[in-house]
């Protein structure tokens, strides 16, 4: 009598939660799963912290030993107990059944430690017809090791256990997992807890769903670069999950930070969980579109339907990354458009067509077409905004009798966003998709972002003139400056809308209002910073030059005249503010100044005196009065054997700042070992 479906042999170690469960419970719906395989140990419970298994513990359909002869286990049944597929999924206890190699059937393993246990898994492989593995980085050094039948199928989520439990958030973050021998877990976790509320608990199954449910974030990182159940998890439950980027696992392919998860820098985590803590509407859509690509294609049972092709001859490989990536896509509910007109707002002021540039509004609303977003004009000229108030890129509009400036038209923009990134555009500006990521992975990530920009600043308040300016293409990292260029930039709206920062109208209708917020931003404890974007091109006052004289409210002047004007009204404005709120006078210090003295430091440690030296001479020609340069100078003064002029430093420094411990240490510190 024929069979009316195919069997297959299960090969695991015996408990509840392991990854061969999963599989079985997909078998089980097209196939004849005999179980086989030994019990898991107490001893193996202790270790793993599995103490809080809930679940049943119970032994396989086949009961075996973790070593046994499992050819001669073939051959002793009878025909109709014979498996046609041999299947071992790794699991924990050392389960090795010998002579898997002799059975007369397709065997298959699936690895899914292969980045703890490298050598080990390329050992074992070679005792089976088909090698799947969790983790695709390691597919080249088995196939290096002459394995050929070696595929990446990654771990996957079961809809119906992990699944949402309950629609009240109980925690801002959630964690479940093993602390065992994971001090970096340990340390992100504590970062965490010391501004957000976090629960721990080890736990499994339902109770696992229901954690990660009742949480608003879920933690997830990565142990050695791998690709984890919990990502796959996290995502079908339909929690926002905040996890790191390990490299070569495919994570970043399958998965695009922002869209349906969140990343983190290890350094930058709290700036990661408060910026989607504090906007939860978002961190819900986000988590919902993760939920609906897990549930389109990375459920085990896609993952068991790519490996029985395999094995059936039915296809030659496992999809790619990207392929996973565009079965997961399709007809999404929410659309990455919806999660970016959540996420960012683009303010233009337009006065006119730019006459002095190769762009202008039209070109920059063409390359809008291309970015989600809300889209928000303010028109500072009535003829022009009749003529393209209704383009279908706009999203909204203000319309100015007069041309009321660009800080006013900021503010009016900002004030109509309500998106918690905003980005201030120029008319004349030309810009790709990249630019604008970067400049909101900054806002996000950034510590006390208020600003991110691709071009800006350090400057002189004394003189009002730049100290140092990054251009595109200069840098290569982020970098806080004193002021971000106002061509191009993105803003944490909170910040503008709470009234702690705003474009003062004074600076009507141009000039100085970049340094002004630069402050502002300062005198919050926030930071400005240039991000390294070069995917723009803009031509630096396209339209003033097209101007003779600028016309705003009932006014008309020069660019000279409105240059000299608003630098006197910087210069008071700020030294009121000093004077009156008793900030020290080293609030008006650049950034720059703490760069040089950071970058002198560095010089003098590795003992590169004269590189040391030219900085802070250079520093000190600007602000001669800079105690720490000073005694810098008393230092290499010191190593170079001037032990008179290294002295001279140290009184000068404490002349400044009587208090001033470096120097008054130093001192003592000299004249002991002179005397």
């Known amino acids: 009598m024929q ?53 049943e513990i119970t032994p396989q359909d086949y009961p075996l ?36 190699n002799k059975l007369n059937i397709p065997t298959v393993c699936y690895l899914v430690d292969t980045h703890l246990h490298l050598e080990a898994h390329i050992d ?46 109980k925690h801002e973050i959630g964690f479940v997992g093993s602390f065992n021998k994971n001090p970096r877990r340990s340390k992100l976790l504590g970062a965490l807890k010391t ?33 984890n159940m919990r990502v796959f998890e996290t995502l079908s439950i339909g929690s926002l ?22 990343i983190y820098d290890d350094n930058l985590i709290k700036n990661s969980a408060e910026f989607y803590l504090d906007n939860f509407e ?82 920059l609303l063409n390359d809008l077409e291309t970015i989600d977003g809300n889209v928000i004009i303010v028109f500072n000229n009535e003829e022009v ?72 600043s350090f400057f002189n308040f004394y003189e009002a003139k730049d100290l140092d300016y990054y251009d595109k293409g200069t840098f290569d990292e982020p970098i806080p400056v004193d002021a971000v260029s106002g061509f191009f930039f993105a803003i944490k709206t909170k910040y503008f809308h709470n009234c702690q920062i705003n474009f003062d109208n004074r600076y009507t209708p141009c000039y100085f209002e970049e340094w002004d917020t630069g402050l502002q931003i ?45 630098k006197n009204l910087f210069l008071d404005k700020w030294r009121k503010i000093v004077d009156e709120t008793k900030l020290e006078e080293s609030f008006l210090e650049s950034y720059w100044v703490k760069l040089i003295i950071e970058r002198g430091n560095q010089y003098i440690q590795n003992q590169n005196f004269a590189k040391a030296e030219e900085i802070i001479k250079e520093l000190l020609k600007i602000f001669p009065y800079n105690k720490e340069s000073i005694c810098n100078l008393g230092i290499i003064e010191y190593y170079k054997g001037n032990t008179e002029s290294a002295i001279s430093n140290f009184e000068k420094a404490l002349e400044i700042d009587p208090d001033f411990n470096t120097a008054n240490d130093n001192l003592k510190r000299i004249k002991e070992i002179s005397n």
């Open 241 to 262: 999950l905040l996890t790191d980027n390990p490299p070569n696992c495919g994570q970043d392919e399958l998965f695009i930070d922002g869209e349906d998860l969140a």
């Open 65 to 100: 030993e973790k070593d046994v002869d499992i050819a001669l286990l073939y051959n002793s049944v009878l025909p109709e107990y014979k498996p046609d597929y041999f299947i071992w999924v790794e699991s924990v206890g050392g389960n090795f059944p010998q002579n898997v």
């Open 3 to 55: 069979r009316s479906k195919e069997k297959i042999w299960l090969n695991y170690v015996s408990y509840p939660v392991t990854t061969a469960v999963y599989f079985e419970r997909v078998l089980q719906k097209k196939y004849d799963v005999i179980t086989c395989g030994p019990m898991i140990t107490p001893k193996i419970i202790k270790d793993w912290e599995l103490e809080n298994l809930k679940l």
């Open 522 to 566: 300062k005198k919050a404890k926030l930071f400005n910073y240039v991000i390294p974007a070069t995917e723009y091109a803009h031509e630096w006052s396209g339209s003033i030059r097209a101007l003779r004289t600028i016309k705003y409210l009932n006014k008309e002047e020069t660019a000279g005249e409105i240059l000299t004007r608003n």
């Open 124 to 169: 074992w492989a070679k005792n089976f017809d088909f090698v799947f593995i969790a983790q695709r980085e390691y597919v080249p050094k088995f196939k290096e090791a002459g394995i050929k039948n070696i595929y990446w199928l990654p771990l996957g989520c079961d809809i119906e256990v992990h699944s949402k439990l309950s629609n009240i958030k």
């Open 282 to 363: 978002l961190s819900e859509a986000i988590a919902k579109r993760g939920q609906e690509l897990v549930h389109n294609t990375h459920t085990y049972a896609h993952r068991i339907d790519e490996m029985m092709k395999i094995v059936k001859s039915q296809s030659v490989t496992t999809p790619t990354a990207g392929e996973w990536r565009e079965r997961s896509i399709q007809n999404t509910k929410i659309t990455l458009k919806d999660i970016n007109y959540l996420k960012r707002s683009f303010v233009i002021p337009v006065l006119d067509y730019s006459p002095a540039s190769q762009y202008n509004i039209k070109t």
């Open 195 to 227: 501004k957000f509320d976090v629960y721990y608990e080890r736990c499994f199954w339902d109770d696992m769903a229901r954690v990660f449910s009742e949480s608003k974030i879920v933690f997830n990182n990565a142990v050695k670069n791998d690709l």
């Open 385 to 456: 905004a009749d003529q393209i108030k209704n383009h279908k890129r706009i999203d909204y509009y203000s319309i100015m009798k007069k041309n009321v400036g660009v800080s006013r038209a900021w503010n009016i923009g900002i004030n109509m966003s309500h998106t918690p990134i905003t980005f201030v555009m120029n008319s004349d500006l030309h810009v790709k998709k990249d630019a604008v990521n970067k400049l909101e992975k900054g806002i996000i990530n950034l510590t006390k972002a208020a600003i991110t920009g691709p071009q800006g």
